[in-house]
């Protein structure tokens, strides 16, 4: 798949900025006032600025509020849904934090729940396209949520959750690499099935339809970036995982908070390239080409 | 709504036969043709005529070379457009409503005018049957040409799809699947017609019927021994002179 800019910025801030949301939903950590201001900023600021990332993705940003209608049916539309409906309820419980003192306890936990689950739609967007076969597993949201709750738990200054859910993002970020290399061959799904000529024998792209390139080529078939792909996964583990476990255990201070932050924030964009460069699209084998 | 039909009246669709395709395109330039004029945004062409043309395309003709376990290889043309899926992938994951599976006939469409581009649908196709326009900013896909096989202002005989009514082959052929009595169907029970991707479930309407057995020829020409060889030097004028210029 193509990796554009405004799907990675989005699925990465805004997994983000819900996961922090999830955090201050439950009082982690337990501030009025001004610090609760900042933080609510960063978490809104983060879902917002995601959200706004994805509409660059589209063709016709103009007619995006269509989008809220299908959510009998579409992931996307169900993600759409949800963020607005968690942002609006994270918006109250916000308002009465920061400016009455007052916490309306049900709305944060309401909101908390929301937020989760605004990620989960997000990652089942992926999740169900059985065209891709790296992304048509339970294996996706893990990914997506788990890495939502460790970056959340980094901006909310929660060290002991921070570790514990770094150590876990870690291992589902591995299995989705392990699992993931071998999901193409085993969906069964060649060019012999693509074209049904199989049964006869070996099938080889002889001629493409076009000499040029199309549509399909460009958003689909992504070969070069593949190329580095072992480097890039070491280096997006250290700077996601890694490095911020090591700057958090060695002493608190808001430098050290901050580095790890912005480690892990340049290790996520790199794992979230590699999502989407990564990921086969079976068209490609239309092309002979994966 | 993107859910998907139960059931649908009739079940429109094509049998495309790879053994008669003979690869000449006819079919994409026709359906360009007719789907640039008629209904629905244009399919869009970006650098026609420069370096690096491309464009949107509802039907595409791959060649593909097979080669059996024994025999010789084979060359097969494959053209590709939507196979109308009983279940589409590429209506439920449409945020918007805009692509659509129809309850009368199946035939699978976008209404434009709500379409916001979001690629998702193609994403979800694993044929590769929808192209996002680069102009429109839409996404375009195979109709059935739902303007030509309704409109009684055309002749009966044009009252099919262009792709079909343009094949020189006769390769292509579009009819009615749920009616076990018509063309379509009675090709497919006698020739074997296959779905693509089988594994996707994804249960496409258009169906593949894939090429004939190659016969085997033992014999050449049975009196072949029997005949004498050609003179091998050539006893002419010409052929002196050649074999003077071949000793100097």
Excluded at chain 2, 127 to 152: P, S
Aim: proline share 5%.
């Amino acid at each position: 798949m193509h990796p554009s800019p405004s799907v990675i910025i989005f699925t990465s801030l805004s997994g983000l900025g819900f996961g922090l949301l999830v955090f201050l939903g439950l009082q982690m950590p337990d501030v009025m006032g001004f610090f609760s201001f900042i933080f609510f900023t960063i978490g809104f600021g983060l879902a917002v600025g995601g959200l706004l990332a994805s509409t660059f993705h589209l063709g016709r940003p103009e007619r995006s509020l269509k989008a809220f209608k299908q959510w009998r049916s579409s992931w996307l539309s169900r993600e759409a849904i949800s963020a607005v409906f968690t942002l609006s309820v994270m918006a109250v419980y916000a308002v009465g934090r920061i400016f009455f003192d007052y916490d309306i306890r049900v709305l944060g936990i309401v909101g908390s729940i929301m937020s989760l689950l605004t990620v989960f739609t997000t990652s089942m967007i992926y999740a169900q396209l059985k065209s891709i076969p790296r992304w048509n597993t339970n294996l996706t949201p893990a990914y997506f949520l788990s890495l939502s709750l460790a970056g959340g738990a980094l901006l909310a200054g929660q060290v002991k959750f921070c570790f514990f859910l770094l150590i876990i993002s870690g291992f589902v970020q591995l299995l989705v690499w392990v699992k993931g290399d071998k999901a193409l061959a085993l969906s069964g799904t060649t060019i012999g099935s693509g074209t049904g000529l199989g049964v006869i024998g070996q099938v080889r792209a002889f001629e493409p339809p076009h000499t040029g390139t199309n549509y399909l080529l460009k958003e689909f078939v992504h070969i070069v970036g593949r190329k580095h792909s072992a480097k890039l996964r070491i280096i997006s583990l250290i700077l996601m995982i890694g490095t911020p476990i090591l700057l958090l255990s060695l002493s608190f201070s808001h430098l050290l908070a901050a580095l790890a932050v912005i480690s892990h924030i340049s290790g996520l964009f790199i794992s979230r390239w590699l999502f989407f460069a990564e990921a086969e699209h079976v068209v490609g084998l239309y092309y002979g080409k994966r | 709504m993107t859910s998907l039909p139960e059931t649908t009246e009739k079940k429109l669709g094509l049998v495309i036969d790879l053994d008669t395709c003979v690869g000449c395109h006819a079919c994409v330039i026709s359906c360009k043709g007719w789907n640039t004029e008629n209904y629905g945004a244009p399919l869009a062409d970006v650098d026609a005529y420069g370096k690096n043309p491309e464009g949107t395309f509802l039907n595409r003709v791959h060649s593909y070379e097979v080669t059996p376990k024994q025999g010789t290889p084979q060359v097969v043309h494959f053209p590709k457009s939507c196979l109308h899926c009983e279940d589409a992938p590429c209506v439920t994951v449409c945020p918007t409503g805009a692509s659509y599976k129809r309850s009368e006939d199946g035939i699978v469409l976008v209404n434009e005018s709500d379409c916001i581009g979001c690629g998702l649908c193609a994403w979800a196709c694993p044929y590769g049957a929808r192209e996002m326009d680069a102009v429109e900013k839409v996404m375009k896909k195979c109709t059935l040409c739902v303007d030509r096989i309704y409109n009684e202002n055309l002749e009966p005989e044009d009252q099919i799809p262009s792709c079909v009514r343009t094949c020189p082959a006769g390769a292509r052929h579009f009819g009615d699947f749920n009616d076990p009595k018509s063309h379509v169907s009675q090709l497919v029970s006698d020739r074997g017609g296959i779905d693509l991707m089988p594994e996707q479930k994804t249960k496409p309407v258009n169906k593949y019927l894939p090429p004939r057995q190659k016969d085997t020829l033992d014999e050449i020409d049975i009196l072949a021994p029997l005949l004498k060889p050609v003179a091998e030097e050539p006893n002419t004028f010409i052929g002196w002179i050649n074999k003077q210029l071949d000793k100097i």
